[in-house]
């Protein structure tokens, strides 16, 4: 209750809850449904925030029956992998339909209209012409740029949430180990812990990443890898205070195993402290994600990833499409700082020496 008196935390809440939702609708609730929002029309690249388009789809006879069936695909197969494309889309400026039954039409080309191609669609071909808004713009490749930010958005949270649960899984088990038992057992430990300490956290990840390869699950295991640290020297703190009160020594005096007491009656005692270092440290994931794939040894294309679009579209901040850009690492900002924010609300509520 504490927690949700506090008006930043309640914010950044709200901001986190309403990516995560994003994240989990996915291709459900983009414009570009297509797999990895990547539906590509070079004739409108680089378009500003709110551009508008006539689409002409175009079915093609073999694809028919398959285009209905992608019409009753299940829900959540369709928020896990998007729809594929099984029609021809073309950009037009005007048409016009003959009385014949036929279709004319000028493709867009970019330039000012009445300068497009004239082509003539048979009036035996399926076809459907719908208007298409592109809120953001589009990018290089005349890809939505709203839809690539929201699939983006799963990319971002997917890597916080699965590092996060490798960094807890090393980071307790490692931390409980060290403080339970002490002697041999945390020296060695601690001797690890140090030797991570001591090695810059991005270049100990690019070098992690070059082991395991480029792609979607290296980076998770990755950043996973150098962010157990901080968790494992603050479970072995808490431990080692907590492996000297009464309700342990007297579960040692009933014969209860060292496991049972660490996992049944310790850690518990330690998940409050530990979710402190959660919020941050899922920041950090996204951070050193977003990182990676601008570098290019992150989330590869055609996979969408806030970073890799900052990558793709930094050379048009210095032009008038600085926005492409810009975008991206405003997302990025706003969920990194409402993950701090967050951790700091969460830190205030769990000190009981604060007002």
């Known amino acids: 209750m504490k927690l949700l008196r506090n008006p930043l935390a309640v914010i950044s809440l709200l901001v986190i809850l309403i990516f995560t939702v994003i994240a989990i609708l996915g291709y459900a609730i983009t414009p570009d449904s297509s797999p990895y929002a990547n539906e590509q029309h070079l004739e409108i690249a680089v378009k500003k925030p709110g551009f508008k388009v006539k689409m002409l789809k175009i079915y093609d006879s073999e694809n028919i029956d398959q285009n209905a069936n992608l019409q009753q695909q299940s829900f959540i197969k369709t928020i896990l992998f998007g729809k594929p494309i099984t029609t021809t889309n073309i950009p037009i400026y005007n048409y016009k339909t003959n009385l014949d039954g036929s279709l004319t039409y000028e493709v867009f080309t970019g330039d000012s209209p009445n300068d497009g191609e004239i082509k003539t669609l048979s009036n035996t071909t399926k076809h459907e012409i719908q208007e298409r808004k592109y809120y953001l713009g589009t990018d290089r490749y005349g890809r ?167 990558k793709e579209n930094y050379g ?39 007002k």
């Open 316 to 354: 048009y901040i210095i032009l008038d499409a600085a926005y492409m850009a810009i975008i991206p690492g405003l997302v990025i900002m706003i969920l990194v700082l409402s993950f701090f924010l967050l951790g700091s609300a969460i830190r205030q509520a769990a000190d009981v020496k604060s």
């Open 144 to 310: 939505d740029l709203l839809s690539q930010l929201m699939i983006g958005t799963r990319v971002s949270l997917s890597v916080g949430f699965i590092a996060i649960f490798i960094a807890l899984v090393i980071g307790i088990t490692l931390g409980a180990l060290a403080g339970y038992y002490g002697g041999v057992v945390d020296n060695i430990i601690m001797w690890l812990i140090n030797v991570i300490w001591s090695m810059p956290t991005i270049l100990l990840v690019i070098a992690i990443t070059f082991a395991l390869g480029k792609g979607f699950w290296q980076v998770f295991v990755a950043v996973g890898l150098t962010m157990w640290v901080d968790i494992a020297r603050m479970v072995r703190g808490q431990v080692m205070s907590l492996k000297e009160k009464e309700f342990v020594l007297a579960g040692r005096a009933l014969g209860f195993s060292d496991f049972r007491l660490i996992v049944r009656h310790i850690l518990p005692n330690v998940i409050s402290a530990v979710t402190v270092i959660i919020a941050s440290n899922f920041a950090t994931a996204i951070l050193q994600e977003a990182g990676l794939s601008f570098l290019g040894i992150g989330v590869q294309p055609p996979m969408p990833s806030w970073g890799t679009m900052i």
